[in-house]
């Protein structure tokens, strides 16, 4: 806990939130630039209903309730005593963790953190954690269906799948396969290649003198032993909590409606034959593809990609704006309100979360 809790440090968090809110700014002075237009950007600043920020507002404000809501049903699967009101906390301080950091990594460390104030421990925080990543991809995976049906019928979206199609996407996919699979064969036990390899580890010496096989060794057990209990704490939480997992099933669907609903939302303000399942299916595609990018916020790559996506829906000059719009709802508010709410219970840790309350798991 000790360990996890100082690499929680709220100064470097607020470096890196500051670090990717320059990279959006340079890479969307490059996107204004490249889509700019003074009738056309103007003419659809001017045409945006304000009568709409309500509502994505609305939008907004239910992911949030709904990312705390559903650990917040969890933990109590789990015997925590976690307060509703800890939970949204937690899920929107996450937010900033996850906007703020390389590859969303805060985010998954302010959730631990909180949680083992809230009495879980890590192992059952990490199974949660979990659990809460198989009902996004479940979620996901259920969409996919659909999704398929309505871009084989619609020549827009065939047109931006040819334009994406050069792109090294699979080249991604196969860099994520490669490290899980480095990941579970450090982790499987009796490897041949790791005993190959600590034994000419035990050669060198300057690692023999650090006792860096033994090392080696020490944390591999530490690890398997971690990730076996936390695939237990999983299946029991899937075997004997079902319908806690249902009712944070549906959670996570109005979670993925409200979160990704800004940008067709926005979109229908200025073309209204867009199907918008597709749309919230490519932002999760793009969510993941930030995460891989290391960068906060994805380095400016998802707004990149999604401007290059809506040119094939409005003009180009108009697509710069419905980007601007959205990532200032879908980004850049989480980033604000997340920070607000992060530093003031990291600052007030002992009143968000009594120090009375019992330890689980």
């Known amino acids: 806990m000790a360990t996890i809790q100082a690499d929680l440090n709220s100064k470097t968090l607020l470096r890196y939130a500051?670090?990717?809110?320059?990279?959006?700014?340079?890479?969307?002075f490059g996107i204004v630039w490249y889509t700019f237009d003074p009738k056309e950007t103007f003419g659809a600043l001017k045409n945006f209903p304000l009568s709409y920020i309500p509502l994505l507002l609305f939008l907004v404000c239910g992911s949030w309730f709904c990312s705390g809501a559903r650990l917040w049903v969890l933990s109590h699967a789990m015997g925590s005593r976690m307060t509703l009101y800890q939970g949204l906390?937690?899920?929107l301080a996450a937010e900033f963790g996850v906007a703020a950091t390389p590859g969303g990594v805060g985010g998954t460390v302010i959730r631990l953190v909180f949680m083992r104030k809230s009495g879980l421990s890590l192992t059952t925080g990490a199974s949660?954690?979990?659990?809460?990543?198989?009902l996004d991809i479940s979620f996901f995976v259920l969409l996919i269906p659909f999704v398929v049906i309505i871009m084989w019928g619609d020549p827009s979206w065939s047109v931006v799948i040819n334009k994406f199609r050069s792109m090294p996407i699979a080249a991604m996919i196969g860099m994520i396969v490669l490290l899980i699979l480095g990941v579970l064969l450090f982790l499987k036990k009796g490897s041949k290649w790791l005993r190959?390899?600590?034994n000419n580890i035990e050669q060198v010496e300057v690692a023999r003198r650090r006792r860096l096989s033994s090392r080696l060794k020490f944390v591999r057990w530490k690890s398997r032993n971690a990730l076996i209990r936390i695939i237990e704490t999983t299946q029991f939480l899937f075997r004997h909590h079902f319908l806690s997992l249902g009712v944070a099933f549906v959670l996570t669907g109005i979670q993925w409606l409200c979160r990704y609903g800004v940008l067709p939302v926005v979109l229908m303000t200025f073309v209204m034959n867009v199907s918008f399942l597709p749309l919230i299916v490519v932002q999760g595609l793009l969510l993941v593809m930030s995460f891989v990018i290391l960068l906060p916020g994805g380095g400016g790559a998802v707004d990149v990609i999604t401007t290059l996506m809506l040119e094939q829906f409005v003009l180009p000059s108009v697509a710069g704006v419905i980007q601007i719009i959205c990532r200032i709802f879908t980004y850049h508010l989480y980033l604000l309100a997340g920070g607000v709410v992060f530093f003031l219970a990291w600052g007030n840790l002992g009143r968000v979360f009594p120090p009375e309350e019992s330890k689980i798991g």
């Open 128 to 134: 949660i954690l979990a659990a809460d990543g198989v």
């Open 196 to 198: 190959w390899l600590e």
């Open 89 to 91: 906390v937690t899920g």
């Open 18 to 28: 500051l670090k990717g809110l320059a990279v959006w700014l340079i890479v969307m």
